[in-house]
């Protein structure tokens, strides 16, 4: 059984830090990302990064959000100054293939998802 499980959300205030994790289990993945979505929006790609070292940011974290991975099994989503508008579910994906680094922020491209880990920054 595949799984794909966040922790580290919380509440923070604007300017604060968070650090969310993802285990994986039953299935290696070649590209993995982190996607956020917030009430009443569409779900977004925030950071992707392959086994082919490209990484990919979308604008607004670029410089404050950093995807790293160790081994395998877990990916992180280090976020520092944190903003109101970096509030939402953030889900953790999967992907078994190779994802053009033009596409890892879109959804449709990933076929595993986690449950989601929630984020509240406060102004």
């Known amino acids: 059984q595949v799984k794909l499980v966040e922790s580290g959300g919380g509440s923070v205030q604007a300017g604060g830090s968070l650090r969310l994790s993802c285990q994986v289990s039953?299935?290696?993945?070649?590209?993995m990302a982190w996607f956020r979505q917030a009430p009443g929006k569409e779900r977004e790609g925030v950071a992707a990064r392959g086994l082919d070292g490209f990484t990919r940011y979308t604008e607004s974290v670029q410089g404050r959000f950093t995807i790293s991975q160790k081994g395998s099994n877990t990916l992180y989503l280090q976020m520092d100054t944190l903003k109101p508008e970096d509030s939402g579910m953030y889900y953790c994906?999967?992907?078994?293939?190779?994802?053009?680094?033009?596409?890892?922020?879109?959804?449709?491209?990933?076929?595993?998802w986690g449950q989601g880990a929630q984020v509240t920054v406060s102004s």
């Open positions: 994906a999967g992907a078994t293939s190779r994802i053009s680094p033009i596409r890892r922020l879109t959804v449709s491209e990933y076929q595993y």
């Open positions: 039953g299935l290696s993945f070649y590209t």
